[in-house]
């Protein structure tokens, strides 16, 4: 089976401090890969060189784009990069307000990417975004409120459903649940395993808590100082941590 | 001192604003930057518009100068009498007989020809600009080709409204290529864009000069089920009565009484010297 992403060799330098260095691994479809670390450790360096907000400085991203095969994105055209950035990816930010239009109602929220793919018809438009909405549990009559008007935790979820409406492949994830209570957070992480399953999406979740990546991902990478220490299947990783830091990393979790 | 240079900017800066003014007519709809100069009107009043109009100015021009639609307000007075003086160019109210007419926020009802020129004046040349408030942004959306986003602010007005409410500086896009605001003309006005004579477009704050070329195609935008409508107030004109024009409404007292008219007055004065008349016209003119 070819890997949706493979990657081979990623540095990122900031002058002569290290982003991330010499990462590699293989993505497969329908896998879910967390990538975990304290803060500084370059785990969004990486997610941002990944889909293209950043470029690397050296290193190599195969995408597995749907007509050509795998292809180098680092060696595609700007418009190439953000044609698959509007419709075989899709990035949740930490933060809502960084992924979402704040002036624009949710429905508009949603309907954006559709347009920026060519639906040129109203009802449609405005159907497919109910129907999203529904999907994470937004009722249909917010459809016409704008997201300053939600909840912290529905606007993570408009912006969830703003990402996946074009049907992506591949979904990179910073913090999903970061600043959401824990009970939210809790309906949040239900709500994507469900969709990631459901749709089959293939997904790079970074984050710093370890609950999440032990519910939603398949495999764990461990990051510190712009290095990859450790990776596995999560499990492996999170009950017989090999690496002193993976151990510390795992030993720091408070037990309720 | 009261020796002007032809048309008040110098030479080289006139050079400057042609070349500008080549390059937007060969990239019908792109955003040319020039290097805006100060001129004796506050921004807002035109002068971007004053500029590529004195760049456009022989001492063999007719001028005329509209402001929504009018040839005798404020704006249109002060820009006619500032060319009078520094270009000592003939000027005219009659659209026919303009070979430059500088204009504010509307398009004369009359056909343009070949051998016109219209000059707009625009006061925020960017169409993305209230939906992306970064420059760098919306050049790099023009410049891909990027346009889901004005459909975006359609989407709006159609949840908000039940139907497209953007009533002016409606936005079209110019040979299949670039999406342009066409200035605050009303949509009434925007098939007209299609036409014979060069259009031109300034905005001095922002410095900025974009162009339509004769017979470009410019098709506004819109959605394949709510279809773009040049619309106007369901009315005759109270002194002509036309059908066919824009019309202003204008207060007439405090009880509620009101009238409708064309915008463009040349346009009306011309229907009614040749004997149109309307519900308000002057007696002796129906007698």
């Keep these: 089976m070819t890997p949706l992403l493979s990657v081979r060799d990623l540095s990122k330098t900031y002058g002569g401090r290290i982003g991330c260095a010499d990462v590699s691994f293989d993505l497969y479809p329908g896998e879910v890969l967390g990538i975990v670390g304290e803060s500084g450790s370059g785990k969004s360096t990486l997610l941002n060189c990944l889909a293209g907000h950043l470029a690397p400085d050296t290193g190599e991203i195969l995408f597995d784009t749907r007509t050509d095969g795998p292809r180098d994105t680092r060696k595609m055209s700007e418009p190439e990069r953000r044609m698959l950035s509007r419709t075989d990816w899709a990035f949740v930010h930490q933060n809502p307000r960084d992924g979402l239009r704040m002036g624009v109602s949710a429905g508009g929220n949603v309907g954006e990417r559709l347009m920026a793919v060519g639906a040129r018809h109203y009802g449609q438009i405005r159907a497919q975004a109910t129907d999203w909405l529904g999907r994470v549990e937004i009722t249909e009559d917010r459809l016409d409120d704008r997201p300053s008007a939600f909840s912290g935790g529905m606007q993570q979820r408009l912006q969830i459903a703003r990402n996946l409406v074009t049907g992506p492949r591949l979904v990179f994830m910073d913090e999903p649940t970061g600043g959401l209570d824990v009970s939210v957070q809790a309906r949040l992480l239900d709500l994507l395993r469900g969709l990631v399953r459901e749709m089959g999406l293939s997904a790079i979740i970074v984050t710093h808590d370890l609950a999440v990546v032990r519910l939603l991902a398949h495999r764990l990478m461990v990051m510190k100082s712009g290095h990859v220490v450790e990776q596995g299947l999560t499990d492996q990783v999170l009950d017989d941590p090999q690496h002193a830091y993976t151990q510390l990393l795992v030993s720091s979790i408070l037990q309720v | ?287």
């Design chain 2, 1 to 287: 001192m009261s020796d002007y240079n032809f048309a008040y900017l110098d030479e080289q800066t006139k050079r400057m604003i042609r070349r500008a003014l080549l390059k937007a007519v060969a990239v019908p709809g792109y955003q040319v930057p020039f290097a805006s100069r100060e001129m004796p009107m506050p921004y807002g009043w035109g002068t971007g518009g004053v500029q590529v109009t004195a760049a456009c100015l022989t001492p063999d021009d007719t001028l005329k100068v509209i402001d929504q639609g009018a040839d005798d307000t404020t704006n249109a007075v002060s820009i006619r009498k500032f060319f009078e003086k520094t270009a000592h160019v003939a000027t005219t109210e009659k659209t026919r007989a303009a070979s430059v007419i500088q204009t504010r926020h509307r398009i004369p009802e009359e056909p343009l020809t070949a051998d016109q020129i219209l000059v707009y004046q625009v006061p925020i040349p960017e169409p993305l600009r209230f939906l992306e408030p970064r420059e760098t942004e919306t050049r790099r959306m023009h410049a891909l080709e990027e346009y889901g986003l004005m459909h975006v602010k359609l989407y709006e007005d159609i949840a908000r409204h039940g139907h497209i409410a953007t009533a002016y500086a409606y936005p079209v896009k110019v040979e299949g290529r670039y999406v342009m605001d066409p200035s605050p003309i009303p949509k009434f006005d925007n098939p007209k864009l299609e036409s014979a004579a060069l259009q031109l477009f300034g905005a001095g704050r922002e410095q900025r000069i974009y162009a339509i070329p004769p017979h470009t195609r410019v098709v506004s935008l819109d959605f394949e089920d709510h279809p773009f409508e040049a619309s106007k107030a369901d009315h005759a004109c109270d002194l002509c009565s036309a059908r066919h024009t824009y019309l202003d409404e204008v207060i007439t007292d405090d009880a509620g009484g009101r009238m409708f008219v064309c915008s463009d007055t040349d346009y009306c004065a011309g229907r009614q010297a040749t004997g149109h008349h309307g519900r308000l016209s002057p007696q002796e003119a129906t007698a």
